[in-house]
């Protein structure tokens, strides 16, 4: 069983739908949850990360973390055809005396006009 | 401001070429990183520095040597490699060099390296 799971997709929704996207983990030692968006050939940037259990708002994009069930997500709103990328979830722990992130799989999001 | 630099942005080269990637952070972070990106991939980590000394080596061939001349700069330096080495390279850093509780990476937007 891997540490984190994500699924791949595709996801394809209509221009102004709400997005849902989760990873479940198994480690429960993780602390920080990211979220990075990746377009096509570029770089993940990172959209929201949250410390612990609890929600985080951040205009369109709100991140949740449930500790207890080891499942976060990430909700669209309003999404946009700019929206489509892939969205990594990643989990940070120290490891070895260092940063460690374990990633999902990436989920591949289009929305589309 | 948290952004992480990275050049070039393309590379080509072929199997018998040394070149270097360079990765830059003016965040004050302790840790730097390589990772390398296939496609439809998540990153795969290939170095960890931490306090300018590098603490990790995940296993990678010697074909591909960092150097970390000082906290905000990261060099790659690229030589005798493989087709299959093509990959997009991203370096990113983060606050802590160390410690407990993990910590938030920021990435660059990454080298994308075609080996011929």
């Known amino acids: 069983q891997k540490e984190v799971e994500q699924d791949p997709g595709p996801l394809s929704v209509p221009e102004g739908a709400i997005v849902s996207l989760n990873c479940t983990y198994s480690?429960?030692?993780?602390?920080?949850f990211m979220w990075y968006r990746q377009y096509s050939r570029k770089g993940p940037e990172l959209l929201m990360y949250?410390?612990?259990?609890g929600n985080k708002e951040d205009g369109r994009f709100t991140a949740q973390v449930d500790k207890s069930s080891k499942y976060i997500s990430l909700f669209i709103r309003d999404s946009q055809p700019s929206d489509s990328a892939t969205y990594l979830c990643a989990m940070s722990v120290t490891s070895g005396g260092y940063n460690k992130l374990i990633f999902g799989a990436g989920t591949r999001l289009a929305v589309h006009p | 401001d948290t952004e992480v630099t990275q050049t070039p942005k393309h590379l080509v080269m072929g199997m018998t070429n040394k070149k270097s990637l360079k990765c830059e952070q003016h965040?004050?972070?302790?840790?730097m990183y390589w990772y390398k990106q296939k496609a439809k991939k998540p990153p795969e980590l290939m170095f960890v520095?931490?306090?300018?000394?590098?603490?990790i080596n995940e296993s990678v061939p010697s074909r591909f040597s960092p150097e970390c001349p000082n906290s905000s700069l990261l060099n790659l330096h690229l030589h005798a490699l493989q087709p299959e080495d093509s990959a997009l390279y991203l370096c990113?850093?983060?606050?802590?060099?160390?410690?407990?509780?993990?910590?938030?990476?920021?990435f660059g937007p990454g080298t994308r390296l075609t080996v011929t």
């Open positions: 965040m004050g972070h302790r840790a």
């Open positions: 480690n429960s030692a993780f602390q920080y």
């Open positions: 520095y931490s306090y300018e000394k590098l603490s």
């Open positions: 949250t410390y612990s259990s």
């Open positions: 990113a850093s983060s606050h802590r060099g160390g410690g407990t509780g993990g910590d938030v990476q920021y």
